[in-house]
């Protein structure tokens, strides 16, 4: 069975805080793929990052890195010096036979 | 247009009606999915199809029915529409060795 597991459902932070948005998957396939979404109060999904599980290697874009250790089945996030357009709904998600997302985690950043 | 569109964006429908939302995609991408968004639920996969005739279920399937005659298309139908059955539903397509996925912009279901 697959499952992706977001234990924290909101996180408030002040602007120019660090935060990590946290995320635990369940797979028994040896090949899969992890994504993370954003999705801002207007409802669209957007595409953040997109790892395979061969692939190990931290990667960072501009404000965002993302950590992926198969030892832990985890695959966080972390936004640097966060911004009020941070705010929205990030949800990881696991692509193996099917394509199953967490329950998503809301991350408020006031300014 | 290139990409994925849902159909109808908006709709409002009596309970015990039957509806059918559509999806198209203009990629021929193999897989293509169906999410229903709840708050505190997240996206929970409704059905999914690998490929034209082939369609499986998900984490939620009870009370749909989906259909994948043409590789471009995945209407979902609810059957007899419930007042649980009030979501927003998502439709997305991905290219065969699932690196890359494609989300619709939702369609908004209230059964009343």
């Known amino acids: 069975a697959q499952k992706v597991t977001q234990a924290q459902t909101e996180i408030s932070v002040v602007e120019k805080e660090d935060v990590t948005l946290d995320c635990v998957y369940e797979?028994?396939?040896?090949?899969?793929?992890l994504f993370w979404y954003k999705q801002p109060p207007s409802g669209e999904l957007v595409f953040l990052i997109r790892?395979?599980?061969?692939?190990?290697q931290n990667e960072i874009s501009g404000r965002y890195s993302w950590n992926f250790q198969k030892s832990t089945s985890s695959f966080n996030f972390t936004i640097t010096a966060s911004q009020v357009v941070d705010s929205a709904v990030y949800f990881c998600?696991?692509?193996?036979?099917?394509?199953?997302f967490g329950k998503g985690t809301r991350l408020l950043v006031k300014p | 247009d290139a990409g994925i569109t849902q159909s109808p964006r908006y709709k409002i429908t009596e309970t015990g009606r039957q509806v059918t939302l559509m999806c198209h995609q203009t990629?021929?991408?193999?897989?293509m999915f169906w999410y229903r968004q709840d708050l505190g639920h997240g996206l929970r996969l409704i059905y999914y199809?690998?490929?034209?005739?082939?369609?499986d279920k998900g984490e939620v399937p009870d009370g749909y029915v989906v259909s994948r005659s043409k590789t471009e298309n995945f209407p979902l139908t609810l059957e007899s529409a419930t007042r649980s059955q009030t979501s927003v539903y998502f439709c997305?397509?991905?290219?065969?060795?699932?690196?890359?996925?494609?989300f619709g912009q939702g369609t908004r279901l209230t059964v009343v």
């Open positions: 998600a696991l692509k193996g036979f099917s394509f199953i």
């Open positions: 797979t028994r396939d040896t090949t899969y793929y």
């Open positions: 790892r395979n599980s061969f692939d190990e």
């Open positions: 990629w021929s991408h193999s897989y």
């Open positions: 199809s690998a490929a034209a005739d082939i369609t």
């Open positions: 997305a397509s991905m290219v065969a060795d699932g690196t890359e996925a494609f």
